[in-house]
């Protein structure tokens, strides 16, 4: 299993900018793919960005232009640089991570969460 505690959200208008950040540990060799998900009310939880042991990102839809996700491999840490935000950005952002190969969709972790709003 992974633990992953997560960090930087709050409160943002509309335009503005919020980056989060996500450290990974437990009892693991070394992770593979690590990822940012969101929940926003009444909705299911989505991707939104993911990074590669290899250092390659990818972006859904929502994200592409706007959010960007790096990583320090010597910390095993995640991040999410998130610009130009909007009101239908509020959600709670959920880091993900992969202990080995994989896919992010099956993380070995999952974070607590930091909620992120964006007012109008």
């Known amino acids: 299993q992974v633990q992953l505690v997560e960090s930087g959200g709050g409160l943002v208008q509309a335009g503005g900018s919020l980056r989060l950040s996500c450290a990974a540990s437990?009892?693991?060799?070394?992770?593979?793919?690590m990822g940012w998900y969101r929940q926003a009310p009444g909705k299911q939880r989505e991707l939104v960005g993911f990074i590669t042991d290899g250092g390659l990102p990818g972006y859904t839809d929502a994200a592409k232009g706007r959010f960007t996700v790096s990583r320090d491999f010597t910390k095993n840490m995640v991040f999410l640089q998130m610009n130009s935000l909007k009101p239908e950005d509020t959600a709670i952002y959920y880091c993900a991570a992969k202990a080995g190969p994989g896919s992010i969709e099956k993380s070995d972790g999952w974070g607590q969460g930091t909620q992120v709003t964006v007012s109008s």
């Open positions: 437990g009892n693991f060799f070394r992770i593979g793919v």
